[in-house]
Protein backbone atom coordinates (compact mmCIF):
# COMPACT_ATOMS: atom_id res chain seq x y z
CA UNK A 1 0.00 0.00 0.00
CA UNK A 2 1.48 3.47 -0.73
CA UNK A 3 2.16 5.59 2.11
CA UNK A 4 -0.27 8.17 3.10
CA UNK A 5 0.07 12.16 4.44
CA UNK A 6 -2.73 13.62 6.28
CA UNK A 7 -2.65 17.57 6.72
CA UNK A 8 -4.59 20.10 8.85
CA UNK A 9 -4.57 23.84 8.32
CA UNK A 10 -5.88 25.65 11.93
CA UNK A 11 -6.32 28.74 13.59
CA UNK A 12 -7.27 29.08 16.65
CA UNK A 13 -8.96 25.36 17.04
CA UNK A 14 -7.74 24.27 20.31
CA UNK A 15 -11.42 23.34 21.26
CA UNK A 16 -11.33 20.51 17.57
CA UNK A 17 -8.27 19.46 16.77
CA UNK A 18 -7.28 16.53 19.11
CA UNK A 19 -10.57 15.04 17.96
CA UNK A 20 -9.37 15.74 14.38
CA UNK A 21 -6.19 13.95 15.19
CA UNK A 22 -7.62 10.84 16.83
CA UNK A 23 -9.78 10.96 13.94
CA UNK A 24 -6.84 11.10 11.08
CA UNK A 25 -5.04 8.81 12.63
CA UNK A 26 -7.68 6.32 12.98
CA UNK A 27 -8.65 6.55 9.65
CA UNK A 28 -4.65 6.63 7.81
CA UNK A 29 -4.05 3.52 10.12
CA UNK A 30 -7.11 1.29 8.36
CA UNK A 31 -5.73 2.75 4.99
CA UNK A 32 -1.80 2.59 4.95
CA UNK A 33 0.57 1.00 6.76
CA UNK A 34 3.37 4.31 6.39
CA UNK A 35 1.22 7.28 7.50
CA UNK A 36 1.79 11.15 8.91
CA UNK A 37 -0.73 13.08 10.60
CA UNK A 38 1.23 17.16 10.03
CA UNK A 39 -1.12 19.67 11.56
CA UNK A 40 -0.12 23.52 10.20
CA UNK A 41 -0.77 25.97 13.20
CA UNK A 42 -1.18 29.44 11.29
CA UNK A 43 -0.44 31.60 14.41
CA UNK A 44 -2.71 30.39 16.89
CA UNK A 45 -3.53 32.70 20.05
CA UNK A 46 -5.04 29.99 21.57
CA UNK A 47 -3.63 26.53 22.84
CA UNK A 48 -3.73 24.65 19.24
CA UNK A 49 -0.15 24.16 19.57
CA UNK A 50 -0.09 22.87 22.86
CA UNK A 51 -2.67 20.33 22.18
CA UNK A 52 -1.03 19.02 19.34
CA UNK A 53 2.37 18.73 20.88
CA UNK A 54 0.20 15.93 23.51
CA UNK A 55 -0.97 14.03 20.75
CA UNK A 56 2.46 14.02 18.95
CA UNK A 57 3.94 12.81 22.00
CA UNK A 58 1.08 9.79 21.83
CA UNK A 59 1.40 9.03 18.54
CA UNK A 60 4.60 9.30 16.82
CA UNK A 61 3.39 9.92 13.29
CA UNK A 62 1.76 13.50 14.15
CA UNK A 63 3.82 16.68 13.34
CA UNK A 64 3.67 19.94 14.30
CA UNK A 65 3.82 23.00 11.71
CA UNK A 66 3.99 26.14 13.21
CA UNK A 67 3.97 29.72 12.00
CA UNK A 68 5.07 32.63 14.26
CA UNK A 69 2.02 34.79 12.69
CA UNK A 70 -1.23 34.28 10.99
CA UNK A 71 -0.15 34.02 7.12
CA UNK A 72 -3.56 33.09 5.87
CA UNK A 73 -5.74 29.75 5.63
CA UNK A 74 -4.10 29.01 2.02
CA UNK A 75 -0.48 29.43 3.58
CA UNK A 76 -1.49 26.70 6.08
CA UNK A 77 -3.38 24.25 3.64
CA UNK A 78 0.33 24.95 1.36
CA UNK A 79 2.93 24.23 3.84
CA UNK A 80 0.94 21.07 4.71
CA UNK A 81 0.92 19.43 1.69
CA UNK A 82 4.78 20.72 1.03
CA UNK A 83 5.84 19.06 4.44
CA UNK A 84 4.40 15.83 3.54
CA UNK A 85 6.52 12.77 2.73
CA UNK A 86 4.14 10.01 1.61
CA UNK A 87 3.47 9.19 -1.79
CA UNK A 88 -0.32 10.79 -1.78
CA UNK A 89 -1.17 13.75 0.23
CA UNK A 90 -4.67 14.31 1.83
CA UNK A 91 -6.03 17.84 3.27
CA UNK A 92 -9.12 18.60 4.87
CA UNK A 93 -10.16 21.69 8.02
CA UNK A 94 -9.79 21.18 11.55
CA UNK A 95 -12.90 21.80 12.17
CA UNK A 96 -14.71 18.66 12.05
CA UNK A 97 -17.48 19.72 9.79
CA UNK A 98 -16.10 16.36 7.64
CA UNK A 99 -16.61 12.52 8.51
CA UNK A 100 -12.86 11.54 8.09
CA UNK A 101 -14.09 7.99 7.38
CA UNK A 102 -15.07 9.19 4.04
CA UNK A 103 -11.38 9.42 3.08
CA UNK A 104 -11.98 5.71 2.52
CA UNK A 105 -14.02 6.54 -0.58
CA UNK A 106 -11.31 8.75 -1.81
CA UNK A 107 -8.54 6.66 -1.16
CA UNK A 108 -10.56 3.40 -3.34
CA UNK A 109 -10.42 5.51 -6.70
CA UNK A 110 -6.63 6.55 -6.42
CA UNK A 111 -5.44 4.83 -9.10
CA UNK A 112 -8.30 6.53 -11.37
CA UNK A 113 -6.95 9.71 -11.08
CA UNK A 114 -4.24 11.88 -10.23
CA UNK A 115 -6.61 13.90 -7.76
CA UNK A 116 -9.82 13.14 -5.98
CA UNK A 117 -11.64 16.15 -4.73
CA UNK A 118 -14.64 16.28 -2.51
CA UNK A 119 -18.01 18.18 -2.99
CA UNK A 120 -20.20 19.07 -0.39
CA UNK A 121 -23.55 17.91 -0.39
CA UNK A 122 -25.11 19.47 0.93
CA UNK A 123 -23.15 22.39 2.82
CA UNK A 124 -23.92 23.06 6.06
CA UNK A 125 -22.95 26.65 6.59
CA UNK A 126 -24.98 29.65 7.18
CA UNK A 127 -26.90 31.10 4.26
CA UNK A 128 -23.63 34.00 3.07
CA UNK A 129 -20.87 31.52 3.70
CA UNK A 130 -22.96 29.01 0.92
CA UNK A 131 -24.07 31.71 -1.33
CA UNK A 132 -20.07 33.24 -0.89
CA UNK A 133 -18.83 29.58 -2.08
CA UNK A 134 -21.79 29.53 -4.76
CA UNK A 135 -20.57 32.49 -6.18
CA UNK A 136 -16.47 32.00 -6.06
CA UNK A 137 -17.12 28.20 -7.49
CA UNK A 138 -19.07 30.32 -10.20
CA UNK A 139 -16.59 32.74 -11.07
CA UNK A 140 -13.79 30.34 -11.26
CA UNK A 141 -15.21 28.34 -13.42
CA UNK A 142 -15.88 31.31 -15.73
CA UNK A 143 -12.95 32.78 -15.50
CA UNK A 144 -10.66 29.65 -16.16
CA UNK A 145 -13.31 26.93 -17.46
CA UNK A 146 -14.47 24.22 -15.79
CA UNK A 147 -12.31 22.75 -12.44
CA UNK A 148 -14.82 21.37 -9.58
CA UNK A 149 -18.24 21.67 -8.83
CA UNK A 150 -17.10 22.65 -5.62
CA UNK A 151 -13.75 24.66 -5.42
CA UNK A 152 -12.73 25.09 -1.98
CA UNK A 153 -14.06 21.86 -0.53
CA UNK A 154 -11.47 21.03 1.93
CA UNK A 155 -11.32 17.03 0.98
CA UNK A 156 -8.83 16.75 -1.60
CA UNK A 157 -6.54 13.85 -1.82
CA UNK A 158 -4.00 13.92 -4.24
CA UNK A 159 -0.56 11.72 -5.75
CA UNK A 160 2.65 13.15 -4.18
CA UNK A 161 3.63 13.80 -8.16
CA UNK A 162 0.70 16.31 -8.15
CA UNK A 163 1.86 18.20 -5.31
CA UNK A 164 5.43 18.17 -6.66
CA UNK A 165 4.60 19.55 -9.89
CA UNK A 166 1.74 21.84 -9.16
CA UNK A 167 2.98 23.54 -5.94
CA UNK A 168 6.50 25.54 -7.05
CA UNK A 169 3.99 27.53 -9.53
CA UNK A 170 1.27 28.71 -7.16
CA UNK A 171 1.43 31.87 -6.11
CA UNK A 172 -1.75 32.65 -4.09
CA UNK A 173 -1.37 31.93 -0.07
CA UNK A 174 -5.31 33.42 0.80
CA UNK A 175 -8.67 31.38 0.02
CA UNK A 176 -7.21 31.54 -3.44
CA UNK A 177 -5.37 28.64 -3.21
CA UNK A 178 -7.61 25.77 -3.74
CA UNK A 179 -8.81 27.79 -6.80
CA UNK A 180 -5.30 28.47 -8.18
CA UNK A 181 -4.18 24.69 -7.45
CA UNK A 182 -7.08 23.06 -9.48
CA UNK A 183 -6.58 25.09 -12.37
CA UNK A 184 -3.38 24.71 -13.05
CA UNK A 185 -3.25 20.94 -12.20
CA UNK A 186 -5.70 20.77 -15.01
CA UNK A 187 -3.65 22.94 -17.41
CA UNK A 188 -0.81 20.41 -16.42
CA UNK A 189 -2.69 17.22 -18.07
CA UNK A 190 -3.21 16.35 -13.84
CA UNK A 191 -6.94 14.30 -14.10
CA UNK A 192 -9.36 14.52 -11.51
CA UNK A 193 -12.47 12.73 -10.26
CA UNK A 194 -15.39 14.47 -7.00
CA UNK A 195 -17.09 12.64 -4.82
CA UNK A 196 -19.61 13.64 -2.75
CA UNK A 197 -18.99 14.39 1.04
CA UNK A 198 -21.15 14.91 3.98
CA UNK A 199 -20.71 18.47 5.53
CA UNK A 200 -21.23 19.04 9.14
CA UNK A 201 -22.21 22.17 10.89
CA UNK A 202 -19.47 23.56 12.74
CA UNK A 203 -20.18 22.96 16.96
CA UNK A 204 -16.87 24.37 18.24
CA UNK A 205 -14.42 27.16 17.25
CA UNK A 206 -15.17 30.21 14.69
CA UNK A 207 -14.77 30.48 11.30
CA UNK A 208 -12.65 33.10 9.53
CA UNK A 209 -13.59 32.86 5.70
CA UNK A 210 -16.51 35.51 5.66
CA UNK A 211 -13.69 37.99 7.09
CA UNK A 212 -13.79 41.51 4.88
CA UNK A 213 -9.88 40.95 4.86
CA UNK A 214 -9.92 37.57 4.23
CA UNK A 215 -12.49 38.15 1.25
CA UNK A 216 -10.92 41.54 -0.92
CA UNK A 217 -7.13 39.30 -0.72
CA UNK A 218 -9.07 36.23 -2.19
CA UNK A 219 -10.14 38.35 -4.88
CA UNK A 220 -6.67 40.57 -5.22
CA UNK A 221 -5.00 37.10 -5.72
CA UNK A 222 -7.81 35.35 -8.39
CA UNK A 223 -7.22 39.20 -10.22
CA UNK A 224 -3.43 38.45 -9.92
CA UNK A 225 -4.07 34.87 -11.27
CA UNK A 226 -5.76 35.86 -13.83
CA UNK A 227 -4.12 38.27 -15.32
CA UNK A 228 -0.90 35.92 -14.77
CA UNK A 229 -2.52 33.49 -16.84
CA UNK A 230 -3.28 35.55 -19.73
CA UNK A 231 0.67 37.33 -19.87
CA UNK A 232 1.67 33.44 -20.55
CA UNK A 233 -1.11 32.62 -22.95
CA UNK A 234 -0.02 35.91 -25.19
Not at 29 to 36: F, G, I, P, R, V
Not at 77 to 99: H, I, M, P, R
Not at 111 to 126: H, N, W
Not at 143 to 168: I, N, Q
Request: hydrophobic content about 45%.
Amino acid sequence: MPGLSISFPAYNERENIGAAIEAAVHVASHLADDYEVIVVDDGSVDDTAGVVREYAERYPQVRLVQHEVNQGYGAAVFDGLEAGTKEWAFFTDSDLQFVMDELENLWALREEADLVIGYRAPRRDPFIRKLNGFGWTWLTNVLFGYVSRDVDCAFKLMSREVVDTVAPHVASRGATLSAEFLVRAKRMGFTSKEVPVTHLPRVAGSQTGANLNVILRAFWEMFLFRINMWRKAS
